[in-house]
């Protein structure tokens, strides 16, 4: 079975210091990767998601950036954090092809900038 | 105008009840519905998902679509305390992109 990992479960970082999520899937081949941010009362919004090895669709413009070095590794970036960017981040993967796939959530990082 | 919206709750109810718990859309395109519960601190977890409209049942719950109302539902019979949570419904369009649209999510507890 499919298994999706987040670390860390929870960072506080201080405003202006870089910022390294990972994300890591097993069980899968070739998965559509996705990265979420969750503010409270706001929903979930995307920030990024990939196809495939170094490709990348970035949704929201801002300080944020993702790449995808391996297969089943997704990491979340920043070269200086903003208070701004404290939430709840998500990673979620799905099946490639066909016209939809239903998205599977790990655990989440909570970030907290100060 | 948000494409899907959803009553924030909070909603309480006791243990043993029917809980309902709804969303709203305005893409016509949307034909792909899911429900995800979160617990508080965790990622989302799916629970149902449905295609098109009609009934889907499975155990306790039962995930309804009505596309001519542009109306998404799930029902909760005989909650439990364990049901406490916050809980998503999410839509997306058979375009290929596989884009996800959330509602905020409503939170439930129910009361022993």
């Known amino acids: 079975s499919q298994t999706i990992h987040q670390w860390p479960a929870t960072l506080v970082q201080p405003v202006g210091s870089p910022l390294s999520l990972e994300c890591t899937v097993e069980g899968t081949s070739n998965p559509n990767l996705y990265w979420y941010r969750q503010a409270a009362g706001r929903g979930l919004q995307l920030l990024f998601y990939s196809v495939g090895i170094g490709q990348i669709s970035s949704e929201v413009p801002q300080n944020l950036s993702a790449s995808r070095p391996q297969d089943r590794q997704f990491i979340l970036s920043s070269k200086k954090l903003l208070l701004s960017d404290s939430g709840f981040y998500l990673c979620?993967?799905?099946?490639?092809?066909?016209?939809?796939?239903?998205?599977?959530f790990g655990p989440g990082t909570r970030l907290l900038v100060l | 105008q948000k494409e899907v919206e959803q009553d924030p709750g909070p909603l309480s109810v006791p243990e043993g009840a029917i809980v309902s718990l709804n969303c709203t859309y305005s893409n016509s395109a949307f034909q792909y519905f899911m429900w995800y519960r979160q617990y508080s601190r965790k990622g989302p977890e799916l629970l149902m998902y449905t295609y098109s409209s009609g009934n889907k049942e499975d155990g306790r719950f039962t995930a309804q679509v009505d596309k001519s109302s542009k109306y998404i539902s799930l029902f909760i019979r005989d909650s439990q305390p364990s049901d406490s949570a916050t809980y998503l419904c999410a839509m997306s369009a058979l375009d290929g992109a596989n884009n996800l649209f959330f509602g905020t999510g409503t939170r439930l507890t129910v009361i022993p």
């Open positions: 979620a993967w799905s099946a490639a092809g066909g016209l939809f796939e239903t998205q599977y």
